[in-house]
């Protein structure tokens, strides 16, 4: 399903973006070439969702807006970057899928879709909320702190902020308690185990309603089993199963923006992350196609 | 548990065949080294299956029958060779396990199993139903097109045809519907998921009956997180222990041949798609000698 | 969490010991690169352990011992330098967390518990019952013998030894049986996919009471998917969320000693296995802590 | 220096075809993936050859004409492909560069280049020489049947064929001395390092003069220490900086075509191979460039 | 010949600095862990260097300083951190040896080490210039931009700045010739390989003279066959024997400082990368020794 | 090349002998694959040898004798059993190429060659002398023990004890002394490098003269780029094309025995190191066949 980038935006109604940026990781660098590997692997995938029923690309057009311009040395160029691209995309009315690169990028990310929507829910799957203070101390942006910097900048609505996956040793003790006040909505993996994906799915959408919903899929949410390729993998993780069910099950709600990120396929095997990261993103057009084909 | 290759057939109940054959992979060669590698990890492999409560060696007389003499470069020499091995084999009253390769070999191998049994039950554990007319437009034969062709064939019974774990993006909207047309039972990896290994292996059992079964393994209807090394891998598939329970779940059918596809050392790490490739085939053979030790 | 090895025994409660010895292994040699790999990726892991809501370094003095100073052409000579360098940390008043090596070094563990609590009952995650006669013919020691060895030597408390996640093919059809007899308990993996980690647990805590448990961990256990770099991989395991509610799940009991082995950095890949294995000790570290917390 | 595939031809003067193929391998297959992973290093190729004192796309109009639309289950069809791409480029005046695939590839482009220029000298770099009668026995195409298969058909000056690296163990005792009755000037591996890579540049000036110069490069020419990823390494080869300097020195000859072959990603690491192969093609290209630059 | 590290810098002479820094890299990121792996492999080492005749811990009281407290999102503040670093042992008498990271963290240390010993002669080993006035256009600071930087800052003595084995496409024609107007000498891949090691230590000493020199060892600047762990990997390059015995070859100028850059474990096999380079500074440490032992 | 192993030994000139022992290993475990996978890559191997213009196999006899039943728990009881394996061989009137295994392992077969040969010449191919007194202190038999225990026990003729490739740090300053009182004539990588390989080969001519000699070859002689599969690597070393030329140049000694050890796949990639390992031998058995035609 593969094709040529272009910045023509002319009926569009989905752009695919790149953000191949790793600067802002704490641990294991290389995530700069995820959006090049899962649209690599992305030759794999065809153009039939038979497990939601729709074939995308019948419903939707679809453009592989190529990558944002980032610069490695500077987080704040790339951020406005990040922001100006979907910015753009958003102007001529369509829906960013965003391939990464570390989490930081989902800040501007957020920001970006903040512009255009307003407060949005925010359906986050990681196995790290994400929420620190700071990660290098004194700097206030890298891939651990984008979800307290978004609530700082009054970017999400708190009301409807959930954090699937999360697990793992954290720096301190009151992590998760903090996190809470901040207002995300934590379900651990023990949760989420325990439930199961339909509870989880119910939960979600419960939760969102009508509002408008981002989608921000760290990979490292999956097991690293699955998901080896991956920066600070987490172990006891979810399935791939469970994390495809989880995403297919966001069918129905206000969808207005996706990103796949901490894909590193520097520690991947067999390629076997990135195709995992190209079929959730395949879900998500599907869902995009399944909104569109309702409306009519 | 390794042993030197023989064609010595007198008295033999089971003959391991390898088909080092990949020229009909639509992806990721390599399977011609599937037969060697999985060879090479049946080192780790010892007599007793505690599973299944018996010591195969002891009930049936196994030799290594060694590789069909392929030709890469000519699929319909080796597609005869293959048949040719086969009925070699069977007219000695031998059972035959076949180590592949790539899924094309179950064609030439259906067909020789059809001239000894007439039509034949399947079971088809794969991600993909292999029912395209054509992989490569305008030529028949490929490891995408082995059921139709076996269909179009007559080899099969199809009142008795079951895929098992299907997934994943399809070329063709109706994919699922014209293989249902063809006769093909579909058991996604959406249904296997809910209905659990046991109300599989029922459902394989009151399907299939007293028919001669044919059993046909694709190892890429395990999730590629256990089964990595494998050409066209297909995330959000089977565990292990589902599929060596569904194998092992088979036990009183009439069954009378196997193969175990699309094993591709080169994608693999650390041996483990080998070893539960190695590890099925030895799943089926202990379901070969409680046959014949029922028999008695 | 990492820290430079120490000897300084003082106010210790817990010493990480490492013990890089695999010259008592029979298929894949490398396990002596366990214990560094594994205190590298240590830096992963952060102080708070959330699901057993602890941060053991705030209620236990940690020290890493440093590694045994093994001999890898002589098993005597290295058993002993285990046994003298437990015993040295167990007459310090501390609690010994091993990270092996092979399974062998198990044995001169055992015996420097038993010097110190007598019988222990012993919680034994694996997938093989390491209770042969003999590994190599005529040679009593290897990692395959030795929990026969600990039993002859009357080390364990037979009313409460738990073998968990027990499966694969046996060199011996009544391999099991004699296990029994010699006083194991068995829960095969099949007897432990149906109980669930829960009953699991509930069955240890009735076997164990309030015996002193030790708890010997072989990473083999876990399903090759999850924990690919290990010696002697048997498909068909358990998932690591599994492994961490077991070991979670020890909570209240009285344990006195914990090892985990097999972990072969060669075979491994994204450092999956050694991130697992760390995982499992810091559960574990967790454990001591809530024990000492909750004597207070 | 990458840049979308086009089949416009107009005012080309050279077009880069891919031929993914590769059935026709008699061990390691897997060099279909030779041109993706050839375009995708050549992302870290600049424009300006300093070696050669050229900036090529300054003096030639390139394009990336995509791959021919192989089919691995028949070497015919896909023969005849390739002779019919390379044909409609050369009709269009353009010189083709060829990414391969195996060396069976060079056949169907020795057809298309004699068909345009005759008898054609060449300059066949390899570690074999491809001049068997039959690699599976009784079928005459495969990639170690190559060059014989050439000169049979009369498509080479046999005036003016050169083998150079030749070395390896050989099915044969009288393979060079039949490869010297067919025509072919055999440099051996030995010949070479003795030589020193000047003496073989003039060597292969004298012996080509003015004629029209094929040069067919087989990266299993280069040790495998430098080049890995290939099917059927041969210990003993020429490093990389000899090899840049032999294609360099061609500087002045009457070419009219090159492929580079048997490059096979899934036994490269670190890319290396694949970036030398981008290399060496970037530098015939230089050699285009000048040519042209000269003719001004 | 690893130790703990420590900032006592009490009495010390030579002082092991890592710089785990690698947001300036251009393709490949990853070298932050470049200096963790060096000192892992640095057990490989012992104490005697027989090609110097010298024990250099005999000579030399050593240290490892420990690492940079780099930050991945700031290079300005991580470059300010590095000069302080560098000042602060120098402050103490001692000599520093500093392993990378990128190319970018030379500049720092140039700074401080020209703030030591004023105007200093440079040995540049590498592939590529890093002379760039831009990587990331609009942006200063990167790996490729290095050593225009130290130049306009005059940090350099530009009668003494060598570039030893560059080689590669370049992206301006004219990159070769604005780096000697620059002030550096350039010795090209091709000029080294006719000189031969001996005439290029021969011309190093001739240049630097009794100047302090500064040797900055780019990785890359050896063949990616002996050097595959690299970012930006350049075929056709040194041996690793050639880059040992040119090292070696410094014995006797006036060194004052030393760091290996762009060491990359992620793309890596078997450590030989970070094996080369441990080696490296081991040849340095013991030319420090040399110049101790003589000035006794 | 491969063949079913036999230890019918009736007419054999020459056996193949694997030694999958690896516990006397001091750093990187795993040389016990080494036998396996030199038998596998050996299957790349055709019958003539075209450097030594001979075809083995038309000359001499050559069976696998299999492996040593070696037991990796005990080094005395291993040496015992290869000794008496190459005894076995030796009584049958047969020449024994060893295939390690670690190096500890020359010490039994310089054993068994000197109780048929009496004192022997040794031509020692190697990075590090293997002369210590002691590798793990107070433990007399390991990989770096071997020639000091041969030397002690009068198995060498010191008069022609050549080691060649010599290089790498040294845990004694007087390392090379010693070893040289021992009676070794130590020809270092840097001597071996100014000589050529020509040079060296007349001086082991000279050397040995008409003494019986025996070959052993560490394959850490070789440089890590040819070689990276092994334990010990020691960059700086000899080409793979060296390699070949010295043991080719050794035709026309008197050769009773060769070993090449210390090959470790699970550091290799691509088979690059175990292909060079099955040259080396296929060379030396050539010289074998070459010695018994020129008898006759």
């Given at each position: 399903m593969r094709q040529a980038a272009t910045?023509?935006?002319?009926?569009?109604d989905v752009a695919i973006l790149g953000v191949p940026f790793d600067s802002a990781t704490s641990y294991r660098s290389g995530t700069r070439f995820g959006p090049r590997k899962i649209r690599e692997v992305s030759a794999m995938l065809w153009g039939s969702n038979q497990a939601l029923r729709v074939a995308p690309l019948e419903h939707v057009r679809v453009i592989d807006y190529g990558d944002v311009d980032v610069v490695p040395v500077d987080i704040h160029a790339t951020f406005e970057r990040i922001t100006h691209d979907v910015k753009t995309i958003h102007a001529a009315g369509a829906t960013v899928i965003t391939l990464g690169g570390d989490h930081s990028i989902t800040l501007p990310l957020l920001r970006a879709h903040h512009a255009r929507f307003g407060k949005i829910a925010v359906v986050h799957f990681d196995s790290h909320g994400d929420m620190w203070e700071y990660d290098f101390e004194g700097f206030r942006f890298s891939h651990g702190t984008t979800f307290r910097r978004a609530v700082q900048e009054n970017l999400l609505d708190t009301d409807a902020y959930l954090q699937i996956g999360i697990r793992g040793s954290t720096s301190d003790f009151d992590d998760y308690a903090r996190a809470t006040q901040l207002g995300a909505r934590i379900i651990t993996i023990r949760d989420a185990m325990k439930m199961g994906t339909e509870n989880i799915v119910e939960t979600i959408h419960q939760t969102t309603g009508k509002r408008p919903v981002y989608v921000s899929f760290?990979?490292?949410?999956?097991d690293p089993a699955y998901a080896p390729g991956t920066g600070t993998p987490e172990v006891g993780g979810f399935t791939s199963f469970q994390a495809l069910e989880m995403v297919r099950g966001l069918n129905g709600l206000t969808l207005v923006g996706f990103d796949i990120v901490e894909v590193n396929p520097s520690f991947d095997h067999s390629d076997i992350t990135s195709l995992l990261a190209a079929n959730l993103a395949f879900e998500f057009l599907s869902l995009l196609a399944l909104k569109k084909q309702n409306r009519k």
């Open positions: 910045r023509d935006l002319e009926n569009v760290d990979i490292d949410s999956v």
